[in-house]
């Protein structure tokens, strides 16, 4: 009876399937929420060297600019399960707001993070100053679109501190990077945490509770912004 029966449902489904001629579309979709934290800085400042310190991320580095030329996600790994999705996006250079150094594409991975991470080489390798290199950086965040990545929740991080041995130095770095990103508007916790990403791993301790916790503060706060949109719509 079944070798009967469905035979015929089969032939009447074709029946009725009969549809209409379909249509080609081409989409192109863009994620956008890429990373929990961003890494913003310029070419050779540590990002790639921080990536590989606090996960599992393989990213490719060199004592030259430029190694990375595309985003790499790391994931920061916690003893409770707890996770952190850490972006290290190609460096920014002055300029990049209005399109140099292909500028406009790494600003926009930046900008599908919760939260930024400003990382300047404090030692000054290269003749950079981590000073100005703070005060660039802001301003290219700040000239990008409509400038709504500086009310993100930021840390900022001065790197490379295992090549300035002077503890007066140190103290004095810390303060005035502390005052640049003060008078520039990040938005932080008014601290500066100083770490050597590729060498001794000073700091990292301190940094990887600072990034939990900026997360978490970002979770809260979106959390506190829908249960508002939710209360007045009701």
Same mark, same amino acid.
């Given at each position: 009876a079944k070798r009967q029966f469905v035979p015929h449902l089969i032939s009447r489904a074709a029946e009725r399937a009969k549809g209409k001629e379909g249509e080609d579309v081409y989409l192109e !979709?863009?994620?956008?929420? %890429?990373?929990?934290?961003?890494?913003?800085?310029?070419?050779? /400042?540590?990002?790639?060297?921080?990536? +590989?310190?606090?996960?599992?991320?393989k990213p490719e580095i060199a004592p030259y600019p430029f190694t990375t030329l595309h985003p790499l996600i790391g994931c920061v790994e916690y003893h409770d399960g707890f996770r952190a999705l850490v972006a290290d996006v190609p460096g920014l250079i002055d300029g990049a707001a209005e399109g140099r150094g292909r500028g406009h594409d790494f600003l926009r991975h930046l900008e599908r993070t919760k939260a930024l991470m400003y990382i300047?080489?404090?030692?000054?390798?290269?003749g950079?100053?981590? !000073?100005?290199?703070?005060? %660039?950086?802001?301003?290219?965040?700040?000239?990008?679109?409509? /400038?709504?990545?500086?009310?993100?929740? +930021?840390l900022v991080v001065a790197n490379k501190f295992d090549l300035i041995p002077d503890?007066?130095?140190?103290?004095?770095?810390?303060?005035?990077?502390?005052?640049?990103?003060?008078?520039?508007?990040?938005?932080?916790?008014?601290?500066?945490?100083?770490?050597?990403?590729?060498?001794?791993g000073e700091g990292l301790g301190t940094l990887s509770k600072s990034i939990r916790d900026l997360v978490q503060l970002g979770e809260q706060?979106?959390?506190?912004?829908?249960?508002?949109?939710?209360?007045y719509g009701s």
């Open positions: !979709l863009e994620l956008k929420l %890429i990373a929990d934290i961003g890494l913003v800085g310029f070419p050779n /400042a540590g990002k790639s060297s921080l990536l +590989a310190a606090m996960s599992r991320a300047v080489d404090a030692a000054g390798v290269d950079r100053d981590p !000073l100005n290199d703070l005060s %660039i950086l802001v301003d290219e965040i700040q000239s990008y679109g409509d /400038a709504d990545m500086m009310a993100r929740p +930021a503890t007066k130095i140190r103290d004095e770095i810390i303060l005035a990077l502390k005052t640049v990103a003060e008078e520039n508007g990040i938005a932080f916790n008014g601290k500066v945490l100083a770490i050597s990403a590729g060498v001794t706060n979106r959390f506190i912004v829908n249960e508002s949109v939710g209360s």
